[in-house]
Structures are given as structure tokens and as C-alpha cells.
């Protein structure tokens, strides 16, 4: 017989973090979170701890662990939105209908309870996470930014009343990369005609001193009205900032100013850890940080995560100019074999308009999933 129990003890959100990286330990499309960031989740540490209420749920069978799920009223998305939504997170489950149906109908009454109207997902804490539930491209190989699930996961899930309410695709670059003619001539144009140009920095420290602030009200302007997603506090700034800096280099980091060198856009990619989070099962020890500094220095492929552009220059080809000129410095990289962009929205049709002057192909679909809550 199948059970639920809410948890909260150490031992206990060691299961639930270690479960997935378990049941999938035989696909090799599957990637591995960092550990060590899905524990400062269910943490005090988290800097969304105070401004949300949150509950972890395992689903145990004769002692093992069959699934996991999470539950999360995240209240500044609620006050932005006037909603009252929660949102279920990490949710992975054994193939089995009843205990897939089991997770959701526990996450649901614990919403309830809160007074919330909605639930939705899967979503993390904020637009930094994974996120989406994969619909297609369960042959191709995860990436380290994005979530990876079985393709019974979406049957179980709409078996239980939901229905999509967001979609996202990603796409791949392979290396070397052929251009559109258009592309070159997008970038003189935007160079020429508006005076857009890169800057260059001493290394990511800098960038981060003189930038860093610039940085996040970028993303705030330009994410704002993106399904999901919340302003960046103070403290949310902070804790990006600490997740991201073992994988950043300014090479991987385009900045664009105007004239008035004010920041207007930019566009942020990494090496993948993608292999390493595999042979490491995303743990930093005993051996695991060593291999992804080995693996950020020779990179097999990247990943082109977070694009912003201010909302009065988006129709100004500044996307473009922003992926030429990364894509330039990336195509002259030796060890890279193809690069894939984080989860884009289908109804951002900007963002993928940008795309069509580059050879892509389409590798994954993501849904966000909604249930009214009786």
C-alpha cells in the first residue's frame, strides 16, 4: 500500500532529493540537479523562505520511496497577480497511475488549506528554476538549466483534470554553426544605425560590481509580464548570484549599451555540466567539484540560459546582435559539439522570431499544467 507523509527532518529531505537522480539512474538523457542547490530549497536558506509557504510530500511503499512532490504559495506572485495560486514543484513519481494521482490529490488538499483557488505546474520558486513539464524530446539529452521527466508523467497528470496553461520550447545550435546572411547584417545595422555596442570586462567580478544591480532590473522589466515569474529582491539577487558564479565566464556573457553606455540587454550562457552532473550524481563531494571544474574548462557543449532587452529597444534587432555575437565566440571553440537554449515561451513569439536567422533544431517541449481547485 502506498502512503503519503508530509516531511520535514534531514534524513527524510535527503530521500526527497536524491529520488529522482535514483529512479532515473539507468536513462542517460536524464541530468542530475546540483545537490547541494536542491537542498538550500527546503531550507531556512532559501530566499524565498519567508515570503511563501511550502510543503514536501514523499510517497513510500514498503518502506521505498516511490515519489515526490512539493507545494508551494509563493504570496508575491499572488500579490502581483491578484491570485491565489499554489504552485507544485519537483514532483516525480514511479509509473503508476494511483500514485501519481495519490502526489497530486496530497498537493492539492494542502492548497486548499491555504485558501488557494488554483494550482499549477510544475514550477520552482522563481524563473531561475526548472520548470515545465517535458511533452517531447524524451531522446535527446537533458541539459544542466532544465528539467527532464518520463513521458508518462503527462498522462498521469491530465488523467487527474489538468489541462496545459503555458508552453515552452528549446531549441539546439550545432557546431560549427552556419549563419544567415541576415544576421551579419542585422549587426552592422544595429551597430551602425543606434550606436548599440559590447562591452568587455576583466573578468565576471567586475561585471558583477559594476553591473549587477543594472542586471537584475533588466530582468525584472523584461520578465514582468512572462508567465510565472516575480520581481528579484534583495535577497533572491544574492542567492542567484551565489548559484551561478562557480559556472560563469565573461566569454560566455554578451552586455550590450546604447550610446549613453546604459545598459540595455544581454545575453548569458555557461558551459554545460551536463556530463559531469551525470558521472557525479550532482554531488559536490567527495570528488564531484573537481570534475565540473574540469568540465567548465572543456566544455562539450553550452547552454544559452537568460536573454533581456529593455521593452523600447526589443524591436530593434538588439536579440539578435546579442546571440551573433555570442555564437561568434562560441563557434571558435574547439571542444563544443552544440548549444541549447533554456525553455522559451510559444507565445513569446519576439524571442523565437529572433532565432529563425540561425540553423536550430527543435529538441524539447515544455507544459505548465492548471487545476481549479474545488
Not at 98 to 122: S, V
Not at 227 to 256: A, H
Not at 325 to 339: C, H, S, V, W
Amino acid at each position: 500500500m502506498v502512503t503519503i507523509r508530509m516531511i520535514s527532518k534531514r534524513r527524510d529531505l535527503k530521500k526527497f532529493v536524491r529520488f529522482p537522480t535514483k529512479l532515473y539512474e539507468n536513462n542517460p538523457n536524464y541530468i542530475p540537479p546540483m545537490e547541494m542547490d536542491e537542498y538550500k530549497m527546503t531550507t531556512k536558506r532559501n530566499a524565498h523562505y519567508k515570503e511563501c509557504d511550502q510543503a514536501y510530500f514523499l510517497a513510500e511503499e514498503d518502506g521505498k520511496v516511490v515519489g515526490r512532490i512539493a507545494c508551494v504559495v509563493l504570496h508575491p506572485y499572488n500579490e502581483k497577480n491578484n491570485s491565489k495560486y499554489a504552485r507544485f514543484t519537483r514532483f516525480d513519481v514511479v509509473d503508476d497511475e494511483q500514485t501519481a494521482h495519490l502526489l497530486l490529490k496530497t498537493a492539492e488538499e494542502w492548497a486548499r488549506e491555504q485558501g488557494m483557488e488554483y494550482i499549477h505546474g510544475p514550477l520552482g520558486y522563481d524563473d531561475m528554476e526548472r520548470e515545465g513539464l517535458m511533452t517531447y524530446g524524451f531522446e535527446n539529452k537533458g541539459s544542466f538549466f532544465t528539467s527532464y521527466n518520463a513521458p508518462y508523467y503527462q498522462k498521469y497528470i491530465e488523467s487527474y483534470g489538468y489541462v496545459p496553461d503555458a508552453k515552452w520550447v528549446e531549441w539546439r545550435f550545432k557546431f560549427p554553426l552556419k549563419m544567415d546572411s541576415r544576421v551579419e547584417r542585422v549587426a552592422k545595422i544595429v551597430e551602425n544605425r543606434y550606436g548599440f555596442h559590447e562591452k568587455h570586462f576583466k573578468n565576471v567580478d567586475e561585471i558583477i560590481k559594476l553591473h549587477g544591480d543594472d542586471f537584475f532590473d533588466l530582468v525584472d522589466e523584461s520578465f514582468e509580464d512572462l508567465y510565472g515569474t516575480i520581481p528579484f529582491n534583495k535577497e533572491l539577487r544574492k542567492q542567484v548570484i551565489s548559484s551561478f558564479r562557480l559556472i560563469l565566464d565573461q566569454k560566455y556573457i554578451c552586455l550590450v549599451f546604447n550610446r549613453e553606455d546604459k545598459l540595455i540587454g544581454f545575453g548569458l550562457s555557461w558551459p554545460s555540466l551536463a556530463d559531469a552532473m551525470q558521472k557525479t550524481h550532482g554531488r559536490a563531494l567527495p570528488f564531484g567539484f573537481i570534475k565540473w571544474i574540469k568540465a567548465l574548462k572543456n566544455p562539450n557543449a553550452v547552454e544559452l540560459g537568460i536573454q533581456a532587452v529593455k521593452k523600447e529597444y526589443r524591436k530593434l534587432g538588439v536579440t539578435g546582435f546579442i546571440i551573433k555575437k555570442l555564437l561568434d565566440r562560441l563557434n571558435a571553440i574547439p571542444t563544443l559539439e552544440y548549444a541549447d537554449t533554456g525553455v522559451q515561451l510559444e507565445t513569446n513569439t519576439g524571442a523565437i522570431t529572433s532565432l529563425e536567422m540561425f540553423e536550430r533544431e527543435l529538441i524539447r517541449r515544455k507544459t505548465c499544467y492548471i487545476k481549479k481547485l474545488n
